[in-house]
């Protein structure tokens, strides 16, 4: 029986990207929807799951994306909500790429840094979709996690609610450019840059010798990069004392973690991938 995945984007045209990755990590078909809203969900869902029997529904899988990360979580509730008894699929969630580069970010920043618990773990840029996941990911695990934005007030409110999901210990402080970044690296053992592309946010003179600094990753690839010194393609470079990842380094263990997650989706029908799901499989490849 083929395989056959149903992409649900909430932006106006559905991800090629997305897309194709899927035809790349097994599915057979991918039938892709762009504009996709919580109204309009039912009956795509109903689409998937009235087609095929109970036990041949682990064949169907649905997979959500578009640049809106709020969107696609109210996509996902919509999902569920259609669902009923033993019929049902398997979703991922990753809009934006934000799960799958999140959990690739902090399987390298870990790594890199021994462990993250109790270690002071900067964000610039964090109240971006990447920068969100990453915070919970890395409380999570025990990380106190300052997440930098420019409006302050907003990214309180974004750090309550990662606490409230993922638990652990994530403040908001307020970052206004670059030239803020030095002071907001005190005490940092771990930095990543999640901010928007083309953007400057931490100068070398920043990081670079930082006493305590061990690891540092940057999800930008467009120049100038986000923290510079930092190249596009290291992946574990030693640079002034600190080990350091850029966007392709990261880039390569993201697309391993979205495939297998890909490919996980039709082992079974009931399957749920969030942040969480998707930071279980990137620990398994980093195992």
């Given at each position: 029986?083929?395989?056959l ?14 897309r ?12 892709s ?45 919509a ?90 210990s ?40 930082r ?18 010194g ?58």
């Open positions: 029986m083929r395989k995945l149903l992409q649900l984007d909430t932006s106006t045209h559905a991800s090629v990207f997305d194709v990755v899927a035809h790349d990590a097994g599915a057979d078909a991918v039938m929807y762009g504009g996709v809203t919580p109204e309009t969900v039912r009956d795509l869902v109903h689409g998937c799951i009235f087609t095929r029997g109970p036990k041949d529904l682990n064949n169907t899988a649905i997979f959500i994306g578009g640049t809106d990360m709020a969107a696609g979580e109210a996509l996902l509730a999902v569920e909500t259609a669902f009923f008894g033993p019929m049902r699929v398997s979703v991922m969630l990753d809009s934006n790429g934000s799960n799958t580069t999140a959990a690739a970010a902090v399987a390298k920043l870990e790594r890199a840094a021994g462990g993250v618990r109790g270690k002071r773990a900067v964000i610039t840029g964090g109240t971006g979709p990447v920068g969100v996941r990453a915070a919970g990911l890395l409380a999570g695990r025990g990380a106190d996690v300052v997440m930098t934005s420019r409006r302050l007030e907003y990214a309180q409110g974004v750090a309550r609610t990662t606490r409230e999901r993922f638990g652990g994530i403040v908001a402080v307020s970052m206004a450019g670059a030239a803020d970044a030095s002071e907001t690296l005190e005490g940092a053992h771990i930095l990543l840059n999640a901010g928007g592309a083309g953007v400057c946010m931490v100068p070398k003179a920043a990081w670079a010798g006493d305590g600094l061990q690891a540092a990753a940057d999800v930008n690839a467009v120049p100038p990069l986000g923290i510079e930092v190249e596009v393609a290291d992946n574990g470079a030693a640079r002034d004392g600190a080990e350091v990842f850029g966007a392709l380094g990261v880039g390569g263990l993201k697309m391993k973690i979205h495939k297998r997650c890909i490919g996980r989706l039709f082992e079974r029908n009931d399957l749920i991938m969030d942040a969480e799901a998707i930071d279980g499989v990137a620990r398994e490849l980093g195992a």
